[in-house]
Each structure stands twice: as structure tokens, then as C-alpha cells.
């Protein structure tokens, strides 16, 4: 498990939740154990720490930026200081480093996507925002953020579609007509 599954559950399950609870705050227990360095029986994992530092900026947008991390965790000295600078960064504004392409081309591996079906199976029946994510479980992050601006898209472009029918509507009963010349 790596960047790819952490932000495929992150963009499917953690914060379509977290943006419908709509919370007054954000409270982290910073582990970082998944970062990668930890040896397997300490975690195993192999996020980075930028993937920490792209987590956090999408909590930052909860909770009016009302955010609060608590270190709690991590064995390898080195992985935790770099995940920390990561998230400090990310809680001070400043830019990041980005993501690299082959992660946000990547899909998620078969088990992730697995564990993840079930969590919505289970979720969606009480997180209503959870039955629109399962359409983009198995995509990578640059599909999903593809996906989202299509949609986005189609529906502005519908909705304006609306608001010039209503429009032409109002404008035919209000408008008066010139009569033609009779000649």
C-alpha cells in the first residue's frame, strides 16, 4: 500500500464523509508509520511524504482550515521528520511538492479497491455522499479529477441551459410584439 491506495480512499471515502459531517474542527492523530521507511512489522507502508503533505491540504479545506495535527507516531526518526515538514508545510500555505505523474496516473492495486467496495457497501447506507464515489473507485487520481470536471462541467453547462430557457420563456410573455404594417 502506498500514495495510490492512501489517495484513492482519501478522494472515495475519507473526505466525501468528512464534507457531508461538515465538522467545526479537525482533530489528526498524526501516525506517521505508514511512511515509507518503517520496516513491514512497523508498518510496512510506502506513502511519502508528500502524499502526507497532499492529505493535509485536502483536510485544510474542512472546517474553515480549523485544523490541528498531534504527532503520536512513527519509529523511523528520518520518515517522520520528512512526513512532519510536510504537513507543517501544507498548514503554512506554502506550495508543495507535487505529486508525481506516475502515482496520479496509477490505479489503485485489486486489494485496495477490494477493501474499499466493502467500506462503501457498508458507509454508503449511512454517508449518502458515498454512492457517488464508487463510480471512480478503481480510477487513478488523475481520472477521477478528470471525471469530476467533466461532470462538473455537464452541469454547468445544463443548468445555464435552464436558466436560457426560463429566459426565452419570460421574454415571449413580456416583451410586446410589433404588429406588421397592413398594406
Known sequence: MGDVEYLAAFRTVVMPIANEFAP???????????????APPLGGYK?????????????MALAGGRLVLALEGGHDLTAICDASEACVSALLGNELDPIPDEVLQQRPNANAVHSMEKVLE????????????ASTLGCSLSEALRRDADEAETVSAMASLSVANKHIGKRAEEEPMEEDAVM
Open 24 to 38: 467545526d474542527v479537525v482533530l489528526v492523530s498524526s501516525g506517521f508509520d505508514a511512511v515509507d521507511g518503517h
Open 47 to 59: 506513502l511519502t511524504a508528500k502524499c502526507f503533505g497532499y492529505l493535509t491540504r485536502q483536510l
Open 122 to 133: 457498508i458507509q454508503s447506507k449511512y454517508w449518502r455522499s458515498l454512492q457517488r464515489s
